[in-house]
Nanobody
Framework: QVQLVESGGGLVQSGGSLRLSCVAS????????MGWFRQAPGKEREFVAD????????YYVDSVKGRFAISRDNAKKTVYLQMNSLKPEDTGVYYC????????????WGQGTQVTVSS
C-alpha cells in the first residue's frame, strides 16, 4: 500500500522560505515522476510542480516559477519542495503524489502539510 507522508509546513511571513519533504513507501519510488499539489481554503486541489524520475527535468506552474524548486532523492524515497519568496496566496495544504502529466497517479493522498503565509 502506497504511503505518502508530507512534512515541513508552518507559518511564515510574506517573503519567507520553507522546505517541504515527502517520504514515500509501498512503491518503487524511482519508477515514478513525482509532483506537489496544494489546496487553498475553499478551493480545489491544484498542481504546483513535478520532477522526472531521474530528477533531471522539472516543471512549474507560472505562479511559482522562479520561487519554488522541486528536487528528489531516490535513495531516500523523498521529494522536496523548496519555497522561497512566499506570498499569502501560497497558503494552503501541500500534498505530494506520483504524477502522470499534471495529474495525480495514486488515488490516495497523505495528510498533507499546512503552509500559512502571513502578509
Amino acid at each position: 500500500q502506497v504511503q505518502l507522508v508530507e512534512s515541513g509546513g508552518g507559518l511564515v511571513q510574506s517573503g519567507g522560505s520553507l522546505r517541504l519533504s515527502c517520504v514515500a513507501s509501498g512503491m518503487i519510488f524511482g519508477g515514478y515522476d513525482m509532483g506537489w499539489f496544494r489546496q487553498a481554503p475553499g478551493k480545489e486541489r491544484e498542481f504546483v510542480a513535478d520532477i522526472s524520475r531521474s530528477g533531471v527535468n522539472q516543471y512549474y506552474v507560472d505562479s511559482v516559477k522562479g520561487r519554488f524548486a522541486i528536487s528528489r532523492d531516490n535513495a531516500k524515497k523523498t521529494v522536496y519542495l523548496q519555497m522561497n519568496s512566499l506570498k499569502p496566496e501560497d497558503t494552503g495544504v501541500y500534498y505530494c503524489n506520483a504524477v502522470r502529466g499534471a495529474s495525480p497517479f495514486f488515488p490516495s493522498w497523505g495528510q498533507g502539510t499546512q503552509v500559512t503565509v502571513s502578509s
